[in-house]
């Protein structure tokens, strides 16, 4: 189709188009510091970006607006509900804009099925959460971490047997941001079942971690089959994708005890955002398709491996690093400026990581430790005079 407006770019915004790109992209080759997969090729279908595609109202449902790419979408959740272990004939989800929406579509529902609950989450819960509690205006509490991230267990029994008249909403995060902890589904559903709590609802967050948690070996508990209700995942980490998305997998039987149909565009409304992105479902559903089950396993194989070697070089050089079991990130002492703004290496307190996402090579990490090794800390400001 022709475009009405026909002015061509200027030299100099042209210019800018240009350096913006390349500053970019010389950013994007050196970030090894947060959860995003940079090895994705999806010119083959890039041009579905000249059509609006809207995805709004349920995928699962017919709706009016037919410019949509509601099959695939509805093929990406049941891609992760398989994934996840859900009931083949109860579960329902959406493609979001991120592992952010997926967490708070997660808590709405808890909160709908459970409008009396007490949320209880750790204190290395993603900072969405708590964003999204206040949103939904629901009682929580903030349970103890262990040292390596994990939930405390006897603080969240503890905590929970104060509370055991109210409903418990529990929020709990397998992978969380800084240390990639994964909070143990099963034990968290046994101490709900010791102390009695039949209404319960267990919302797991697994925006980086879900992906690949079906091939950890040894497993560890955080699917429909270990007790989750929910689970959400962010698209662009470790699958990878140029927009921000991400996946919400629910209990079918929950979701239509909440879904509401509206007229004007005859579907239900059963998802957060109103218009919602069409692309995203399209360039998940392509690159899972290209790079299948067993692809997805090859990637967490090499980020694996390549975890293994960061964190044993940096020990080599004397830096105390170290990874919970099975996961992908290293975490290390907190770095001289230099060194966290040139690899973008996120900081949180004392300690910073480095996240091995399938594109970082040994060669990468090689360059890292170099820099780390011969970097000369900046000393601190000083005065400049003596009495
Ligand atoms: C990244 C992350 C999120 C948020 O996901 P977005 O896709 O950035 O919205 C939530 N929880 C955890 C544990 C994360 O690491």
Not at 33 to 43: A, H, L, Q, R, T
Not at 223 to 236: L, N
Not at 254 to 283: E, F, Q
């Amino acid at each position: 189709m022709e475009s009405a407006v026909l002015n061509s770019l200027s030299q100099k915004d042209n210019q800018r188009l240009k350096l913006l790109k390349s500053e970019i992209e010389e950013a994007r080759d050196l970030a090894i510091g947060y959860p995003v997969s940079k090895d994705f090729d999806i010119s083959e279908i890039s041009d579905f970006l000249q059509i609006p595609i809207n995805n709004v109202g349920d995928p699962f449902e017919d709706a009016t607006y037919k410019v949509q790419t509601h099959e695939l979408e509805r093929e990406v959740v049941a891609f992760f509900a398989k994934l996840f272990r859900a009931q083949p004939n109860d579960y329902w989800g959406y493609v979001t804009n991120g592992g952010s929406e997926s967490n708070l579509y997660g808590l709405y529902l808890a909160r709908e099925l459970y409008p009396k609950a007490m949320v209880y989450y750790s204190e290395s819960t993603h900072y969405s959460v708590k964003k999204n509690i206040h949103l939904l205006n629901i009682p929580s509490i903030v349970i103890r971490s262990q040292e390596n991230g994990e939930i405390d267990y006897e603080d969240f029994e503890n905590t929970l047997r104060l509370n055991r008249h109210k409903p418990a909403i529990v929020l709990s995060t397998f992978g969380t941001t800084m240390k990639e902890a994964k909070d143990d589904i099963s034990k968290i559903k046994g101490i709900l079942g010791h102390l009695a709590i039949q209404d319960h609802y267990i919302h797991c967050d697994a925006a980086l971690s879900g992906t690949f948690g079906a091939f950890m070996e040894p497993r560890i508990p955080f699917d429909f089959k270990d007790g989750a209700d929910s689970i959400s995942i962010s698209g662009h980490k470790f699958i990878g994708s140029p927009i921000p998305t991400g996946v919400i997998v629910t209990k079918r039987s929950n979701r239509d005890r909440i879904s509401k149909g509206i007229s004007y565009i005859g579907s239900l409304d059963t998802t957060i955002t109103g218009s919602r992105n069409g692309h995203s479902p399209l360039i998940l559903w392509y690159v899972l398709k290209k790079q299948g089950i067993e692809g997805l396993k090859k990637r967490y194989q090499h980020s694996l491996e390549v975890a293994k070697y960061c964190e044993k070089r940096l020990n080599e050089i004397g830096i105390k690093a170290w990874r919970n079991p099975n996961a992908i990130t290293v975490v290390l002492p907190k770095t001289p400026d230099q060194i966290k703004d040139k690899w973008q290496l996120a900081t949180e307190g004392d300690i910073s990581h480095v996240i091995c996402m399938p594109n970082v090579t040994k060669d990468q990490i090689d360059d890292f430790i170099l820099d780390l090794a011969t970097c000369e800390e900046k000393r601190e400001e000083e005065f400049e005079f003596e009495f």
